[in-house]
C-alpha cells in the first residue's frame, strides 16, 4: 500500500522513522511518499522538501515565514492527489498539518486521514478538540490521558504510547559504557542540548556556552557534548567554533542515545528531548526562553502550571524550569552543581523519573506497533466500506 507521510520537525521525523518500521513488519510491500527529514529518508522517504522550512515557533518567528509555508501546502496537496495513497499520516505540527487535512478532506478523495500526536489541548485551544473530527478520521495520542479530550467530540482517538519509551528499548542499559568508550572519554559527561530549531539555538546556546565556559574554569574531570539534529548541525558548529570551546558535536540517532546513556547531568531546551533523559536517568534541568510577543501570548492563552513533560504527567515539579528571565547562566550552573553533588534534587529526580516510566509503559508492543496496528486497522475498515 502507499502510505503518506508528513512530519514538520525532527521530533516527527524520529517518530515516523519508527511508524515506517512498523508499518514495514505488517505490510512487506509498503511505499512511502510524503515530507520528512533524515530519519525518515534513512527509511527510504523521498521528502517533498526540507523539513527544516516548517520547524519555525512562536509569532515573531511564523508571521514572516507564512508565504512559503501556503506554498508548501499547495505543493503536497497537488502531490497528494497526484500519488493517490492508501491513506494519509500526519505527524505533529498540527498548524500544518490541519491545513493539509481540510484541503483533502474538501476535495472528497475518500482517502482517510490520521493524525499522529494530539494537539495539546488540555494546555491551550480547547475549541481545536470540538472540530478535529471534520478533517481527520483518527487521532493517535501519546498520552494516556488524552483520548478523553477528543472522543466526546465525535472523533477516534486511541492511546498508543510515547516513543521515548521505544528508543529506551532499542538501545537499554546493555549500551551504557559504549559511547565514552568510543570516543576514549575518562572524565564525567555533561550534554548541552539547545533545540532542533533555528531561533532555540541561537536564543538558547549563547547562555549554555557560557554555563560550559564557566565550568571548564571549575571543573577538570568533566567532558562536554552537544547532540544535534541536521536542521540545525551547521549553525551550531558555527557557535561553537565561535566560542572557542572544546566540545563535541554529534549527529544521528544513534549517536544522541549511546551519549544518552553515558551521560552523568544535561541542560536542555523544552520538549520531547527532556523526556528522553528522563526515561535513561539522567538528571537535568530545562531552560527555555522566548520573544517578548510570544511571552505575552503564552501567558494570556496558555493554562499549564508546568512546561515540562515530566512534570506535566506527575503533577509535580522534578525537573528545575527556567524560563525567560530565570534563564541564565548563573541559574543553570547552580543547578547543575546540585545534580553533579548528587544533593537531594537528584534523588528526587530519580525516583520521578521511575513514575514517569510506569505512566508511559505500554504493553508487548512498542508504540510505533500500536500505531501501525492502528493505521492498517482504519484501511481495512475503509476499503470495506
Known amino acids: 500500500m502507499k502510505y503518506y507521510l508528513i512530519a514538520g520537525e525532527p521530533s516527527g521525523d524520529a517518530l515516523g522513522s519508527r511508524l515506517m518500521q512498523a508499518l514495514r513488519k505488517q505490510d512487506l510491500a509498503a511505499q512511502f511518499y510524503g515530507i520528512g527529514g533524515d530519519s525518515m529518508q534513512a527509511q527510504g522517504l523521498k521528502s517533498q522538501f526540507n523539513i527544516s522550512e516548517l520547524a519555525v515557533m512562536g509569532l515573531a518567528e511564523v508571521i514572516p515565514s507564512i508565504p512559503k509555508i501556503l506554498c508548501r501546502i499547495k505543493e503536497t496537496v497537488n502531490h497528494i492527489q497526484e500519488i493517490k495513497p492508501d491513506v494519509i499520516v500526519t505527524i505533529d505540527s498540527w498548524s500544518f498539518s490541519a ?3 481540510k484541503k483533502i478532506k474538501a476535495l472528497k478523495l475518500g482517502i482517510p486521514q ?17 472540530t478535529m473530527y471534520k478533517y481527520i478520521d483518527l487521532l493517535l495520542t501519546l498520552f494516556p490521558n488524552e483520548p478523553r479530550y477528543f472522543t466526546p467530540y465525535h472523533l477516534d482517538a486511541r492511546f498508543v504510547g510515547h516513543p521515548v519509551i521505544e528508543s529506551a528499548i532499542v538501545n537499554g542499559t546493555k549500551d551504557k559504557g559504549k559511547f565514552k568508550q568510543k570516543y576514549n572519554i575518562k572524565d564525567r ?24 565556559q564557566k ?15 541536521s536542521t540545525v548541525a551547521e549553525q551550531v558548529k558555527r557557535m561553537v567554533v565561535e566560542s572557542g570551546l572544546s566540545i563535541r558535536i554529534i549527529e544521528g540517532e544513534d549517536e544522541r542515545h549511546l551519549a544518552f546513556q553515558d551521560a552523568d547531568v544535561a541542560i536542555a531546551a523544552s ?27 503564552a501567558r494570556r492563552f496558555l493554562h499549564i502550571q508546568f512546561v515540562n513533560l515530566s512534570n506535566i504527567l ?6 528545575p524550569e527556567l524560563l525567560q528571565q530565570d534563564c541564565a547562566p548563573d541559574n543553570i550552573l547552580q543547578y547543575v552543581e546540585k545534580f553533579l553533588a548528587h544533593e ?7 525516583n520521578g523519573f521511575a513514575d514517569v516510566r510506569k505512566l508511559l509503559g505500554m504493553g508487548e508492543q512498542t508504540p510505533s506497533d500500536n500505531a501501525a496496528t492502528e493505521i492498517l486497522s482504519l484501511i481495512r475498515h475503509n476499503e470495506n466500506n
Open 314 to 319: 506527575l503533577g509535580r515539579e522534578i525537573v
Open 189 to 212: 559527561l555533561m550534554l548541552i542540548l539547545p533545540g532542533s530549531r533555528h531561533n532555540e539555538v541561537a536564543r538558547l546556546l549563547p547562555d549554555f556556552l557560557t554555563v560550559v
Open 215 to 229: 565550568m571548564q574554569e571549575k571543573y577538570k574531570d568533566m567532558t562536554y557534548v552537544i547532540p544535534t539534529v
Open 344 to 350: 537531594q534534587l537528584y534523588n528526587r529526580q530519580m
Open 114 to 130: 490520521v493524525h499522529y500526536v494530539a494537539p495539546q489541548v488540555w494546555a491551550w485551544k480547547k475549541k481545536r478538540a470540538r
Open 99 to 101: 491545513r493539509i487535512h
Open 271 to 297: 520538549g520531547t528531548v527532556a523526556l528522553e533523559l528522563a526515561i535513561v536517568d539522567v538528571p537535568h534541568i530545562i531552560a527555555y526562553k522566548v520573544p517578548k510577543l510570544t511571552e505575552w501570548a
